[in-house]
């Protein structure tokens, strides 16, 4: 009598809308509602040495009854620490601060609520801020305006693209020679 393939020895064979359902519903598990502080302390705990090595000090400020919203934590920490790396960098870039021996800079994280209910998470620097020239250029994929092999230019489309799947946006305002503020709204 001829066996039977057992489930784990059949080959599937998945179309790519099929494919695409799976992934939907993957990602639909992996988004549960959870404060927003919480995914922003994992990014400061990976982003901490560097930044201390560097001399670039980060205080996260919570705001008052910020929600907790549906998201994927792992991918909101990413975008997060995404934009801790580009302010530590853009600090970093200052050379006459550290000619001085003086801490390099400053980045502040903030949270907060909207008034719709939703939650807004800043991250804001001392850095050289974004000359006009490049700053509608900066979500573009493989826009870099670092040296070549240090940086890929991906690190902000990916955060923009991570954001706006959980319907949010990313706002940026910068001044040059005062630093930069990137403010990213998340809806309820």
Not at 84 to 91: G, K, M, R, S, T
Not at 133 to 141: K, L, M, Q, T
Not at 149 to 158: D, E, R, S, Y
Request: aromatic share 2%; net charge positive; with cysteine.
């Amino acid at each position: 009598m001829p066996r039977t393939p057992s489930t784990s020895q059949k080959k599937w064979i998945v179309s790519p809308h099929d494919a695409a359902k799976a992934e939907t519903l993957r990602r639909a598990l992996r988004i549960t509602p959870a404060p927003p502080e919480d995914t922003v302390r994992r990014a400061l705990e990976c982003a901490a040495a560097l930044m201390e090595e560097r001399g670039v000090r980060a205080e996260l400020a919570v705001g008052a009854r910020v929600p907790a919203v549906p998201h994927d934590t792992d991918q909101l920490q990413q975008v997060v620490l995404n934009l801790l790396v580009n302010a530590e960098q853009a600090i970093e870039s200052q050379a006459a601060r550290r000619a001085a021996g003086e801490a390099l800079g400053h980045i502040g994280i903030r949270t907060g609520r909207t008034a719709e209910g939703g939650v807004v998470l800043e991250v804001c620097d001392d850095g050289p801020g974004i000359p006009a020239e490049v700053a509608s250029r900066i979500f573009d994929p493989f826009f870099t305006t670092k040296p070549p092999g240090q940086g890929t230019g991906l690190g902000l489309a990916i955060a923009q693209g991570i954001v706006t799947d959980h319907g949010g946006r990313i706002e940026v305002t910068s001044r040059p020679g005062r630093g930069s503020l990137f403010r990213v709204v998340v809806p309820r």
